[in-house]
């Protein structure tokens, strides 16, 4: 979907649509309000090099509707259900949803207000979340959640936050999937993070 990249100790510019996507791209808005954009990076444009590697791996969303938030995505864009977490009451909790193979590029919690929860940064491998860890204490940012493990998706993580408050997630090593029915999951914080102290969201 879109593209991003990070260069050690210096934050590049946000680039401008034009830069990330083609002429294909389009934009949608979903139910909870939000608009959701679609594109091909521009001919020439993918795969600059970066010193810590750190492509935009996924959305994760909050919303107060599950429903009609999988019935909007699933339904009507095309996204496949990779996972659900369901709660005591069958109350869906949390959605993962794939556009490729790999087991989310979009994710919604349930909460009592609709927003963004996170985005994530796909590091590839275990072994660069410690480049990243280290890249990140020389910048004095702390890691404020992890390294944990997430149940659904199997994806090993941390978490920092921006200067405004807003959580950023750094994962490896992904579930992919080519061809399985969706699963279910128990709505705990084991299953948020098998290795320890999960953010409940609901
Ligand atoms: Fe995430």
Request: net charge negative.
């Amino acid at each position: 979907m879109l593209r991003s990249h990070v260069e050690k100790q210096k934050i590049p510019l946000l680039p401008s649509p034009s830069k990330l996507f083609n002429e294909s791209a389009f934009a949608v808005r979903d139910p909870d309000g939000n608009q959701t954009v679609y594109g091909l990076a521009p001919d020439g444009a993918a795969d600059e090099p970066a010193p810590i590697h750190g492509p935009l791996q996924h959305v994760t969303l909050t919303s107060t509707n599950m429903a009609a938030f999988e019935d909007f995505y699933a339904g009507k864009i095309g996204f496949a259900v990779s996972d659900r977490v369901r709660n005591d009451k069958g109350q869906v909790t949390t959605c993962f949803l794939r556009s490729n193979h790999e087991h989310h590029t979009l994710a919604v919690f349930l909460k009592t207000e609709a927003g963004l929860d996170h985005h994530s940064y796909e590091a590839g491998e275990w072994i660069t979340i410690r480049d990243w860890a280290d890249h990140l204490a020389t910048l004095r940012i702390p890691i404020v959640w992890g390294p944990g493990r997430h149940g659904p998706g199997n994806n090993l993580f941390i978490f920092i936050k921006d200067p405004d408050g807003n959580m950023i997630e750094i994962s490896a090593e992904l579930e992919v999937i080519h061809d399985r029915p969706a699963k279910e999951w128990k709505h705990e914080p084991y299953t948020l993070n098998m290795w320890g102290p999960a953010i409940m969201r609901s």
